[in-house]
C-alpha cells in the first residue's frame, strides 16, 4: 500500500464550502498538488460514530489483510457478516473504504495508510489574548 492520507474534518456546511471553493480554484491554476483526500463530518458525535472503535477495525484489518469478500473480512474480525456489511457500506458511502468487484464478491479496499483528524477547537489569536487577559 502506498503511503496516501485521508483527512477527516469536523466542520460546519458553510466552512465546507469555502474549502471546496478553494480548492477548485487551485485546481483551475494547476496548483493543486496535495495528496491528502477528506471527508467532513458536521459534528462531534458524527466523528465518534465514523471513527469508533469497532469501525476503526474493520478498516485497519481491511487495510492489513486485504480480504477478498465481506465474508472473508467478518471471518477476520469474528463479526457477523449483516453487522459488517452494513458498517463496510456505509464506510464506503463517506468514502473511507471503497469496494472493487472480484468475480461474485464485493472485495473491500483501503486506499490510505494513515487517518488525519482535523478539529478546531475555537482558540484563535483573539480568543487567546482574551483568555490571557482573564
Same mark, same amino acid.
Given at each position: 500500500?502506498?503511503?496516501? !492520507?485521508? !483527512?477527516?474534518?469536523? @466542520?460546519? +456546511?458553510? @466552512?465546507?464550502?469555502?474549502?471546496?471553493?478553494?480548492?477548485? &480554484?487551485?485546481? /483551475?491554476?494547476? @496548483?493543486?498538488? =496535495? =495528496? *491528502?483526500?477528506? #471527508?467532513?463530518?458536521?459534528?462531534?458525535?458524527?466523528?465518534?460514530?465514523?471513527?469508533?472503535?469497532?469501525?476503526?477495525?474493520?478498516?485497519?484489518?481491511?487495510?492489513?489483510? @486485504?480480504?477478498?469478500? $465481506?465474508?472473508? $473480512?467478518?471471518?477476520?474480525?469474528?463479526?457477523?457478516?449483516? +453487522?459488517?456489511?452494513?458498517?463496510? +457500506? /456505509?464506510?464506503?458511502?463517506?468514502?473511507?473504504?471503497?469496494?472493487?468487484?472480484?468475480?461474485?464478491?464485493?472485495?473491500? #479496499?483501503?486506499?490510505?495508510? *494513515?487517518?488525519? #483528524?482535523?478539529? =478546531?477547537?475555537? #482558540?484563535?489569536?483573539?480568543? !487567546?489574548?482574551? &483568555?490571557?487577559?482573564?
Amino acid at each position: 500500500m502506498t503511503e496516501n !492520507t485521508l !483527512t477527516v474534518r469536523v @466542520e460546519s +456546511n458553510d @466552512e465546507f464550502f469555502d474549502r471546496a471553493l478553494e480548492a477548485a &480554484a487551485k485546481a /483551475d491554476a494547476g @496548483e493543486l498538488t =496535495d =495528496d *491528502h483526500t477528506g #471527508v467532513s463530518l458536521p459534528d462531534e458525535a458524527a466523528l465518534a460514530r465514523v471513527l469508533s472503535e469497532k469501525n476503526l477495525e474493520l478498516i485497519r484489518t481491511t487495510a492489513r489483510e @486485504e480480504p477478498k469478500s $465481506l465474508r472473508e $473480512l467478518a471471518r477476520l474480525v469474528e463479526r457477523d457478516i449483516k +453487522n459488517v456489511s452494513t458498517a463496510i +457500506n /456505509d464506510l464506503a458511502e463517506l468514502g473511507l473504504v471503497e469496494f472493487e468487484q472480484d468475480g461474485r464478491s464485493k472485495r473491500p #479496499v483501503v486506499w490510505y495508510s *494513515h487517518i488525519h #483528524v482535523e478539529y =478546531d477547537l475555537g #482558540v484563535g489569536a483573539d480568543d !487567546t489574548e482574551v &483568555a490571557a487577559q482573564e
